[in-house]
């Protein structure tokens, strides 16, 4: 690809049509302006274009349709649209309809010049093979399942790996969402760049701040040295916000600010650093209904919110679990340095009937267990040990007792009482960490810090 990139720019002020221009001119892209719809539809049949930027209020219509039309017979043209400043609501509606990203007025150079190297990027990966199959090799190879439930999330996740958009990815616990979020990282322009994912309910509210926007020397006890935030760690690449129900509201507030300006403020810092991160959250809660209990922001939600991605639970999706199991063993038996096991028919049939209420996450633990539970190349029904609420990891849902006497140490024996008593809430609670936290009195967060301590991830 050795021509000049082309950008087409959509827009009826002069000034603007001149500073769009020359920053384009300065980075080596080839521009043509054009001050109206007509004019655009008109350039957009004559000739090929590797961009375009349009102002969202033109003489005759509204960029929205351009962005409809583009997404519609373009597909690969990433277009980005340039708003009226706080205009929120015109910047989402456009991610929604497809435009790949957004600018607001006035014109940010350094913003600008950030969102069209994006864009370049996506001419270069935006070959021909990937045109005919969004369902690409990448995201075969790591997200198992051929149902049409998994194929369409792939296609789905090709689509917005282009996009700039902020995606929520939904789904139940186990179902792979950050495997999810690290494939649209992984698939689109900012693969180059890191990926940070942060567990929101992991991060005790106090130094939540400090973490994602880094801080200042001497701001508070403790930091004894400037500190870089998660934010700034993203740069130029990507932000996994998991778990983000759990953000605490004065959090939630804080993070719009960042979202709506693009920059960050470092606790005990006076200026602002602008970041170019795109980010992806993923909960298990139905945000929605978070919403509307007041627990979480309706403005942060609209934001986050762009591009719902749900996640399909193993149960809606049981043809897959063949070739999971397949793959998971294969997995396993590279991890340990063993033959990869078969599975007797009656142990496949076992797995078969059971529901999975911890999806993916569960049939990888339980495949562990039975595979060293296993002895030689097959794996028997009996081997494959499977928790219900009536019969828990113990055998039994009796009473925890006192420690045996054989000399265990007190602290030992209140850490396995712990770990069993936090299993038990798990399975009675189908793995839902929220209910688990309810029947066991302690909150999401420091139910969290346990299983994380107690390593019973
Ligand atoms: N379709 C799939 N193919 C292969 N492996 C998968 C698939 N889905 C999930 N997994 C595996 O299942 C495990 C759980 O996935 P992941 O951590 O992404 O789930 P999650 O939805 O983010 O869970 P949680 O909500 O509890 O954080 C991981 O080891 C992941 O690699």
């Known amino acids: 690809m050795s021509s000049k990139p082309r950008a087409l720019i959509v827009d009826d ?34 000739g090929h274009f590797d961009l375009c930027l349009t102002d969202m209020r033109l003489p005759d219509g509204d960029g929205m349709s351009l962005v409809r039309w583009i997404t519609d017979h373009r597909p690969q043209l990433p277009v980005a649209v340039i708003t009226a400043h706080g205009n929120v609501e015109a910047a989402v509606a456009a991610l929604k309809a497809g435009a790949f990203d957004f600018v ?5 150079l350094q913003e600008l010049r950030a969102l069209i190297t994006t864009a370049l990027k996506l001419r270069e990966t935006g070959d021909d093979r990937r045109k005919e199959d969004p369902d690409s090799e990448l995201a075969r190879s790591r ?5 049409p439930e998994m194929r369409q999330l792939r296609q789905l996740i090709g689509r917005v790996a282009r996009s700039q958009a902020p995606v929520l ?44 926007f880094g801080h200042r020397k001497g701001s508070f006890t403790g930091a004894t040295a400037d500190r870089e935030g998660l934010f700034q760690a993203a740069e130029g690449g990507t932000l996994f916000l998991d778990e983000v129900a759990e953000l605490p509201l004065a959090m939630q507030v804080k993070l719009l600010r960042v979202i709506q300006e693009r920059s960050v403020r470092p606790v005990g810092g006076r200026e602002e650093i602008p970041v170019d991160v795109r980010i992806l959250s993923a909960t298990h809660r139905n945000l929605a209904e978070a919403v509307q209990a007041g627990e979480f922001r309706e403005d942060i939600f609209y934001r986050l919110n762009v591009i719902e991605l749900p996640v ?3 149960r809606q999706r049981r ?9 998971i063993l294969a997995n396993l038996a590279c991890r340990l340095d063993m033959p990869q096991p078969r599975l007797s028919d009656a142990a496949l049939e076992k797995l078969q009937s059971h529901p999975f209420p911890g999806n993916v996450r569960e049939l990888e633990n339980m495949l562990e267990r039975a595979i060293t539970l296993s002895d030689g190349g097959q794996i028997e029904a009996a081997d494959i040990f499977i928790k219900t609420p009536t019969q828990p990891a113990n055998g039994g849902e009796g009473e925890l007792s006192l420690p045996p006497d054989n000399g265990q140490p007190l602290p030992d024996f209140l850490e396995d009482m712990e770990r069993e008593a936090i299993q038990r809430a798990l399975e009675r609670c189908r793995f839902n960490k929220t209910e688990a936290a309810r029947t066991l009195g302690m909150t999401f967060r420091q139910l969290r810090y346990r299983i994380k301590k107690l390593d019973l991830d």
Do not use: Q, Y
């Open 312 to 314: 399909p639970s193993l």
């Open 104 to 108: 607001s007025k006035p014109v940010d």
């Open 319 to 327: 043809e897959d679990l063949p070739g999971l199991i397949e793959d």
């Open 143 to 147: 997200l198992t399942g051929d149902s």
């Open 169 to 212: 990815i939904s789904g139940e616990s186990g179902t792979g969402k950050e495997l999810v979020a690290r494939l649209i990282h992984d698939s689109g322009p900012r693969a180059s760049a890191p990926f940070v994912p942060v567990n929101c309910g992991a991060i005790p509210a106090e130094l939540m701040e400090s973490e994602l």
């Open 13 to 46: 002020e002069p000034d603007i049509l001149e500073l769009l221009g020359m920053t384009l001119a300065r980075m080596s892209v080839d521009s043509v302006a054009t001050a109206d719809l007509a004019e655009a539809n008109r350039a957009l049949e004559a």
